[in-house]
């Protein structure tokens, strides 16, 4: 802790919480399974406690004949309470630590070290104003990655659950028996809700896991982290421009998002047969159609927000422009433009959404409008309206949900998060050896040693030899590559090709060959020969006709992806 000072005790808030916690759960398993059941969980509970404690060798027999005499029902009862327990005062501990927080965030003097306040307090102490640390987050780039572990994928009923006790926790005008009888509803259904899946989990099955996280925390959380950081520069020094402190422009300051989420689930391929170019597609089309949907309900909730009357307050020319483009002719929204402006903007989304899924919304437009061509244009729209509403008087209404939306959108765009494709370097270099063999290049590549390899990809590099035709005869681990990297051209939504187990020169450059797609390559860890190698394909490369460098595509028909670099594992 910063200055030394001690956290404030909330033990006892804890203690209680974890009795309650426990007492509940004790209810409902007399309830469902009756005091019997209750009886036996309370006596195992006692003597473990009592030998832990003392290591008496008495009581640890006492236990053992305990547990060696129980039914299989009594055994089952007895291990469910016992992990129910550990989940309930995991929950009650969350609650505590979240508890604590509070109380350092309350206390400029408290706050710990690690968190933002206390990072920032030792900006300013170090004299550093807005404009090097402007400077820092523009070079900034942090992805938390959600990776592919499905045997670690909890039920989201399970977690639904979590939330809604640990919600519940929190202090309330409620009546407290009312809270208290909500409680029990709560671990009355967790404890007769399974922990477990019956079935394995498909790979959508794990993309959907995932997306649930970013409805869960990262959509909201993460745009109200930005702007916190935004409101925290501006208060340090002055701009680049050199405004002082207070000046508008220092106020209109904004951060280049700097904290992400990219994922695996979809395109980890290293050991999983059943990711391919359909389910890159469909992870693609499940993460967009979480990210409009948020926006959709943000836009939504923001029309509600913004009832101002056009008879009270001055608009800007372009909010005018834009509610007049809505085509929404409603009497009872005549005179409040931003609403009628925000219902063009919904239009507009609603009709991306439906270009892009087949199908309208849950809550469809009430007006009929072009969808949105790229996500930079709904920005420029909600700048328009952010700018009206400062220019003219109520620039504390352009912050809240309007500034969290905007900051969404440059955070997680219309794809929500980039997607990283993983695949064993092994299985690259077979399919690179397969096209070689295909285009009567080398019939046997991976007979080659190390050195061959190397010299032999980096003179193919410069030739105009067509390494792919649509009539030459391929493996189906080649075919199935191929299609992969042509979908992730086509969405554009990717990070890394990250590649694992070999670091050899020869294995590195098969999976360039492999990233066809990338304009430019920085690998993690280098060496003379890759250098050369990079050098040697430092442009982009066509994916339409013969995967050979642009300089030399004879029908110059190559396409431009988003930069990104390989990463290897």
């Given at each position: 802790m910063s200055n030394n000072l001690p956290v404030p005790d909330v033990s006892e808030s804890l203690r209680h919480e974890r009795r309650l916690l426990g007492r509940m759960l004790g209810e409902t398993i007399a309830q469902y399974h009756g005091p019997q059941a209750l009886d036996l969980v309370e006596s195992v509970r006692r003597h473990s406690v009592g030998f832990q404690k003392g290591g008496d060798a008495l009581v640890f027999s006492k236990l053992g004949d305990q547990l060696d005499e129980m039914s299989l029902d009594q055994t089952l009862i007895l291990i469910r309470a016992f992990s129910y327990f550990s989940q309930l005062t995991n929950l009650a501990e969350d609650h505590d630590a979240l508890r604590k927080l509070r109380l350092l965030r309350g206390d400029a003097r408290l706050h710990a070290q690690g968190t933002f306040e206390y990072a920032f307090s030792q900006l300013a102490k170090a004299g550093l104003n807005n404009s090097t640390i402007t400077e820092f987050f523009s070079r900034g780039d942090v992805r938390a990655v959600l990776t592919a572990h499905p045997t670690e994928v909890q039920r989201k009923s399970v977690l639904d659950l979590q939330r809604r006790i640990l919600a519940l926790l929190e202090p309330s005008q409620r009546d407290p028996q009312e809270a208290e009888e909500e409680l029990k509803v709560a671990i009355a259904t967790l404890w007769q809700t399974r922990l477990l899946r019956p079935t394995k989990l498909s790979v959508l099955d794990e993309v959907e896991n995932g997306i649930s996280y970013f409805h869960a925390s990262f959509l909201k959380e993460l745009p109200?982290?930005?702007?916190?950081?935004?409101?925290?520069?501006?208060?340090?020094?002055?701009?680049?421009?050199?405004?002082?402190?207070?000046?508008?422009?220092?106020?209109?300051?904004?951060?280049?998002?700097?904290?992400?989420?990219?994922?695996?689930?979809?395109?980890?391929?290293?050991?999983?047969?059943?990711?391919?170019?359909?389910?890159?597609?469909?992870?693609?089309?499940?993460?967009?159609?979480?990210?409009?949907?948020?926006?959709?309900?943000?836009?939504?909730?923001?029309?509600?927000?913004?009832?101002?009357?056009?008879?009270?307050?001055?608009?800007?020319?372009?909010?005018?422009?834009?509610?007049?483009?809505?085509?929404?002719?409603?009497?009872?929204?005549?005179?409040?433009?931003?609403?009628?402006?925000?219902?063009?903007?919904?239009?507009?989304?609603?009709?991306?959404?439906?270009?892009?899924?087949?199908?309208?919304?849950?809550?469809?437009?009430?007006?009929?409008?072009?969808?949105?061509?790229?996500?930079?244009?709904?920005?420029?729209?909600?700048?328009?309206?952010?700018?009206?509403?400062t220019l003219n008087g109520s620039g504390a209404l352009a912050g809240g949900r309007l500034r969290q939306l905007r900051t969404a959108l440059r955070i997680f765009g219309f794809y929500l998060a980039p997607l990283d494709l993983r695949q064993n370097s092994d299985v690259h270099e077979c399919v690179v050896a397969d096209l070689f063999k295909g285009a009567g290049v080398a019939a046997d590549y991976l007979s080659l040693g190390e050195e061959a390899r190397v010299q032999f990809l980096l003179a193919e590099m410069s030739t105009p030899r067509l390494l792919y035709s649509p009539f030459a005869h391929y493996s189906e681990d080649t075919l199935k590559e191929l299609a992969i990297f042509r979908q992730a051209q086509s969405a554009q939504c990717w990070r890394y090709c990250c590649c694992s187990r070999k670091l050899g020169c020869a294995a590195l450059q098969s999976n360039v060959w492999m990233s066809i797609l990338f304009p430019c390559l920085k690998p993690l860890k280098?060496?003379?020969?890759?250098?050369?190698?990079?050098?040697?394909?430092?442009?982009?490369?066509?994916?339409?006709?013969?995967?050979?460098?642009?300089?030399?595509?004879?029908?110059?028909?190559?396409?431009?992806p988003t930069a990104t670099r390989m990463a290897v594992s």
């Open positions: 109200r982290l930005h702007t916190r950081m935004e409101n925290r520069v501006r208060q340090l020094g002055v701009s680049a421009e050199g405004v002082a402190l207070g000046d508008e422009k220092t106020q209109d300051l904004e951060l280049k998002p700097f904290l992400r989420v990219a994922s695996w689930i979809g395109g980890d391929r290293d050991g999983n047969p059943f990711v391919d170019a359909d389910i890159l597609k469909s992870t693609l089309n499940l993460h967009s159609r979480a990210a409009l949907t948020h926006y959709l309900n943000e836009l939504h909730a923001l029309g509600a927000e913004l009832s101002l009357s056009g008879t009270l307050v001055a608009v800007s020319e372009g909010l005018t422009q834009l509610a007049n483009a809505s085509g929404d002719n409603s009497e009872q929204r005549r005179d409040e433009p931003y609403r009628r402006a925000l219902v063009g903007l919904y239009s507009r989304l609603a009709a991306t959404y439906e270009k892009l899924f087949g199908v309208p919304p849950v809550k469809p437009a009430s007006t009929r409008l072009p969808a949105y061509a790229h996500v930079q244009a709904l920005e420029e729209d909600l700048r328009t309206v952010a700018d009206s509403l280098t060496c003379a020969a890759r250098q050369t190698f990079l050098r040697s394909c430092s442009t982009c490369l066509c994916t339409k006709c013969c995967f050979r460098p642009a300089r030399v595509c004879r029908k110059s028909c190559w396409a431009t």
